[in-house]
């Protein structure tokens, strides 16, 4: 599902697997999850088996992808990437250093937003334009909306170890000439660091019960 919405150079692997086969992780990643809860290790243990699979597309040996802080993904020189995990599906994203910046994917459930939630990640112009259940052909805008800002997180901290705010990211979204379940998406900063972009293009597709998102920031030029 997360390959529709990237390009051919981003390697893609996911999965509708709740469990990793056994022996699927290297001894410090089980350590890095030894005293976590057995649904965090299942996560932890599929998403990185996808990793996997995307550094063989790539032609890259396997190896360990350990936790830094905030959880980004440690991948290994010469490459970035990007893992994203939900009840039902996991995938992980991978790209030469040389072509790619930074990537970012976010996988969440297509159900609506608890609306204290929805308050809190919203800015007023968002939910002028997507009011709250207000959906097409099935999309839950809102949660669409989480996804998005998610995918927009991933790409930036990793380069800037800069936090960033919900409201500090206003996304707009497009939907596609043929189908109102995908589209693509515009998300303007408020913050900005060195060398960084303030507008970040993203694509979004709605199938099978998921929203997906995905941002690419090209190794020379903008999102």
Known sequence: MIERLLPPWVACADTHDTDAPPGSLYPEEIRQVAASVDRRRHEFAAVRVC???????????????????????????????????????????????STVRAVGIDAEPNQPLPPDVWEVISLPSERARRPLGAGDQGVHWDRL???????????????????????????????????????????????????????????????????????????????
């Open 145 to 223: 909306l989480f996804s998005a800002k998610e995918s927009v997180f991933k790409t930036w901290y990793p380069l800037t170890h800069v936090e960033l705010d919900f409201s500090e990211a206003d996304i707009s979204f497009r939907t596609g000439p043929d189908r109102a379940t995908e589209g693509t998406f515009t998300a303007e900063l408020s913050p900005t660091a060195p060398g960084m972009p303030r507008t970040y293009e993203g694509r979004w597709l709605v199938e099978d019960g998921f929203a997906v998102t995905a941002i690419v920031l090209p190794a020379d030029g903008p999102a």
């Open 51 to 97: 990793a996997r699979r995307a550094m063989a597309a790539l032609g890259l040996p396997p190896a360990p992808v350990l936790s830094g802080h905030r959880g980004v993904p440690l991948w290994p020189d010469g490459t970035v990437g990007s893992m994203t995990h939900c009840d039902g599906y996991r995938a992980a994203v991978l790209a030469r250093a």
